[in-house]
């Protein structure tokens, strides 16, 4: 018999706004919507007089003094835990996480969690295609957890903040330790993220459901410039986007003295939350993830089954390199026929800013629902391949109980091979390590930027001393490996490299 505080997803939702809508809902209007279909999903109308805590996810555009407040008054509940998110695409399975153990607990009945962006509808509101009659935005009263800097300042001074151009920093670094060529590399991520749109093509709620070839990913064209070299706009998040996703959660046995349809519960089996080493710079591998590596097999652990007892994935895809990153930190081979999404992923899907991977947790319970025998990872990731959350998740309860768990001598150990700050002010040889090229809204390369060694260790990052005409030709050449000769000139972000 089933432990009766054993956690479960008892209701999910998710919503795509169709694009060409006249009245598009305002972001607290599309999390409304999910909640009561999440609601309507779970079976019973008694589970929301349970609700004893609402978390709403961190929203990009568009947020509320008090959106947790505003929630739970439109949907008529009282919960006496309303919470507000940071930043970070890790949160919703992090959020499922500790739902997990505070209901095993007994702190809470049912927990309600949700999140929402409406990018698309003010982007065509600022174009004067439409009017908005959204209610007032403004800045949250309070963020529910640690709100930590990103970048260090060197970082900073290199205009490292925008994912887009951390990531293709990860990306050239894979490429380099994987031995293929320039050429090479780029087939093979457009064979990746051609999976990834083959299964958007055939979801109903993907943002995008052409289909891309691997070519058509790869190529690039006015209509697929560079983003940030090595990466097309394909390659990137779609933020625009309108879309929100909702997870009710309660126990077992509530949801047996309610009532509800067995066949409709899914069971989370594990989970886990690490973060690498905090700031880029300090990594010691710019192709690796020990949190990944390290949260995977504890949720596995904790679920009592292996790898190969997982059906399938949704592996947080943001970036192309964030899904390599995890398949080689998780252990999944480049020929594993696995589905690695459930979405289309956030590039064709749609990245609906940190709420992403509640979408994912909704579709995998769906999968689960239409065949109780499979099981599902799901893995989430906020900023650069920062902070990790990991489910698991079945359609049986789980052999092991969701109880509190001490991470902290794991965690402790991944930040202690942190390295020093990169050096400020860098003179002589450096080997480049990583590298991204900046492009402009025309698609002409800008501006380079590599991270590289000193011939004493130290970590330096320099922009790349070239013209345009050289830029494309470092797009075409490795420089991962190459040895340039850096200076300092005077003012922030002064390193510069020449080859």
Avoid at 294 to 304: K, V
Avoid at 341 to 346: D, S, Y
Wanted: glycine share 10%; charged share 25%.
């Amino acid at each position: 018999m089933t432990a009766p505080y054993t956690p479960i997803l008892a209701g999910v939702a998710q919503y795509t706004q169709p694009k060409d809508i006249e009245r598009p809902l305002d972001p607290l209007g599309l999390m409304v919507r999910t909640c009561r279909a999440a609601l309507e999903d779970a079976g019973s109308g008694r589970l929301k007089d349970l609700i004893d805590e609402v978390h709403v996810v961190n929203q990009f555009q568009w947020p509320y003094r008090d959106a947790p407040g505003m929630l739970a008054e439109a949907l008529g509940i009282r919960p006496r835990g309303r919470y507000y998110t940071p930043i970070g695409g890790n949160t919703p399975q992090m959020l499922v996480n500790r739902a997990c153990r505070a209901l095993a607990a007994g702190r809470a009945r049912a927990v309600l969690i949700t999140g929402a962006e409406a990018i698309y509808s003010l982007r065509r509101a600022l174009a004067g295609k439409i009017v908005l009659d959204w209610p007032e935005n403004g800045e949250p009263e309070r963020i529910d957890g640690e709100e930590r800097r990103s970048v260090n300042r060197i970082e900073a001074d290199y205009d490292l903040f925008f994912p887009a151009v951390m990531y293709p920093l990860f990306e050239t670094a894979l490429r380099a330790s994987s031995g293929r060529s320039v050429d090479g590399h780029r087939e093979y991520v457009g064979r990746l993220w051609e999976r990834f749109s083959r299964v958007a093509a055939e979801n109903p709620h993907a943002w995008t459901r052409g289909g891309p070839s691997a070519r058509e990913i790869t190529e690039v064209t006015p209509d697929n410039r560079y983003i940030n070299y090595p990466y097309t706009k394909y390659m990137n998040a779609n933020i625009n986007v309108d879309q929100s996703a909702a997870v009710l959660m309660t126990t077992a046995g509530t949801a047996h003295r309610l009532g509800t349809d067995p066949a409709g519960r899914v069971y989370p089996l594990g989970g886990a939350n690490l973060t690498d080493v905090w700031h880029v710079s300090g990594r010691p591998r710019l192709d690796s993830s020990p949190a990944i590596q390290n949260a995977s097999r504890l949720a596995l652990a904790q679920a009592g089954l292996d790898l190969g007892d997982i059906d399938f994935f949704d592996l947080y895809s943001c970036f192309p390199s964030a899904v390599q990153i995890a398949m080689k930190e998780i252990g999944i081979t480049e020929d594993d026929p696995r589905a690695l999404t459930l979405t289309g992923g956030l590039s064709f899907f749609g990245g609906p800013g940190n709420n992403y991977s509640l979408h994912g947790i909704a579709s995998a319970a769906e999968r689960i629902r239409a065949d109780r025998s499979k099981k599902a990872m799901v893995t989430a990731n906020g900023w650069y391949i920062t902070k990790h959350s990991i489910g698991v998740y079945g359609a049986e309860p789980p052999e092991r109980p969701w109880e509190e768990r001490d991470d902290s001598a794991v965690q402790a150990a991944i930040d202690a091979e942190a390295l020093p700050e990169p050096v400020e002010k860098a003179e002589g040889d450096l080997r480049v390590e990583a590298y991204v090229i900046r492009h402009d809204r025309q698609g002409k390369p800008a501006l380079g930027t590599v991270i590289g060694r000193l011939p004493d260790g130290r970590r330096a990052l320099a922009h790349i001393d070239a013209g345009t005409k050289e830029l494309e030709e470092m797009e075409r050449i490795e420089l991962v490996g190459r040895t340039g000769q850096v200076r300092c000139i005077s003012g922030k972000a002064g390193n510069r490299i020449r080859f």
